[in-house]
T-cell receptor, first 121, second 115 residues
Framework: GAVVSQHPSRVICKSGTSVKIECRSL??????MFWYRQFPKQSLMLMAT?????????EQGVEKDKFLINHASLTLSTLTVTSAHPEDSSFYIC?????????????????FGNGTRLTVT | GIQVEQSPPDLILQEGANSTLRCNFS?????LQWFHQNPWGQLINLFY???GTKQNGRLSATTVATERYSLLYISSSQTTDSGVYFC?????????????????FGKGITLSVRP
């Protein structure tokens, strides 16, 4: 089955530094990837849609200057949390859309990474 | 936007028991998925089920799209079934690239299966 690799799985950084999280589709090319944020004991909230070769589309209330998204290739999207603060501590999850699978409709074309737990001290 | 309500919010079972988890949504959807999030945060896709019924081992799911709900059945529960179960929906038609995909997740159902 399709595999999405997210790295790192866990990161601790100091307040004011930047952190980059990578999301890779290992066995398919993904023109569209998604970034979610999950606070403890809460649901997943879509942050942004990442489109290969173009600017990301951010959801309302998500600061695009703080959460920089780059989808430079068909297999890699990155999320950079700039000037991180303790309130940015959260669980970040990416997903990648496998082209064509949505048309078939039997299995989900959305494949999720294992998430990154960010702690800002 | 579309609203997703899951019930019950918490569920405690004795190992071996059966359970039904419910997901109601406020508008028609073209996509619906059930996920299990394990204690390590990993999100496991259980079913992609915008309509109809599917079964996979001890788990099965039914979506009645016209009545805007979906049910996840767990039979003969095991301690490894513990975790949070999410229902997620999307109104849009995903097409070939999924560029307009926008999953909305419910708040989840926390299941604890005791030995």
């Amino acid at each position: 089955g399709a595999v999405v690799s997210q790295h790192p799985s866990r990161v601790i950084c100091k307040s004011g530094t930047s952190v980059k999280i990578e999301c890779r589709s290992l066995d398919f090319q993904a023109t569209t990837m998604f970034w979610y944020r999950q606070f403890p004991k809460q649901s997943l909230m879509l942050m942004a849609t990442s489109n290969e070769g173009s600017k990301a589309t951010y959801e309302q209330g998500v600061e695009k200057d703080k959460f920089l998204i780059n989808h430079a290739s068909l297999t890699l999207s990155t999320l950079t949390v700039t000037s991180a603060h303790p309130e940015d501590s959260s669980f970040y999850i990416c997903s990648a859309f496998r082209p064509g699978q949505g048309v078939i409709g039997y299995d989900s074309p959305l494949h999720f990474g294992n998430g990154t737990r960010l702690t800002v001290t | 936007g579309i609203q997703v309500e899951q019930s019950p919010p918490d569920l405690i079972l004795q190992e071996g028991a059966n359970s039904t988890l419910r997901c109601n949504f406020s508008d028609s959807v073209n996509n619906l998925q059930w996920f299990h999030q394990n204690p390590w945060g990993q999100l496991i896709n259980l079913f992609y089920i915008p309509s109809g019924t599917k079964q996979n081992g001890r788990l099965s799911a039914t979506t009645v799209a016209t009545e805007r709900y979906s049910l996840l059945y767990i039979s003969s529960s095991q301690t490894t079934d513990s975790g949070v179960y999410f229902c997620a929906v999307d109104r849009s038609y995903w097409g070939f690239t999924g560029a307009n995909s926008k999953l909305t997740f419910g708040k989840g159902i926390t299941l604890s299966v005791r030995p």
